[in-house]
């Protein structure tokens, strides 16, 4: 079995900056994926950002691509989304499933574990 936690959501105002953390545990050999969706009630999960666990390579929607960032320290280290330049529209509840297998990083039903979301409310 797979934990996730998540921490790190909260209200800011328009232009302010959070940052999500994700931290994984139990019982997976290696991780290969960790991504970060979003997804507000009655609309489709939206993918935001994914870290290939191997090579460390990054994706990212078009729509966060330039305000957030994806990273990570460490192989053991927790999965960070740092997001800036928040918009209102950035409003939703942000998850990070983990995938043990190589998939398509931005295809939400790839992924095996799925944690508890964090809520981020942006102001205007």
């Known amino acids: 079995q797979v934990q996730l936690a998540v921490t790190g959501g909260g209200l800011v105002q328009a232009g302010g900056s959070l940052r999500l953390s994700c931290a994984a545990s139990?019982?997976?050999?290696?991780?290969?994926?960790m991504g970060w969706f979003r997804q507000a009630p009655g609309k489709e999960r939206e993918f935001v950002a994914a870290?290939?666990?191997?090579?460390?390579?990054?994706y990212y929607a078009p729509s966060v691509k330039g305000r957030f960032t994806i990273s990570r320290d460490n192989a053991k280290s927790p999965v960070y989304l740092q997001m800036s330049s928040l918009k209102p529209e950035d409003t939703d509840v942000y998850s990070c499933?983990?995938?043990?297998?190589?998939?398509?990083?931005?295809?939400?039903?790839?992924?095996?574990?799925w944690g508890r979301g964090t809520q981020v409310t942006v102001s205007s």
């Open positions: 499933p983990v995938a043990v297998h190589d998939i398509r990083p931005h295809l939400h039903y790839a992924y095996e574990y």
């Open positions: 139990g019982r997976i050999l290696s991780y290969y994926t």
């Open positions: 870290i290939k666990w191997g090579n460390g390579d990054t």
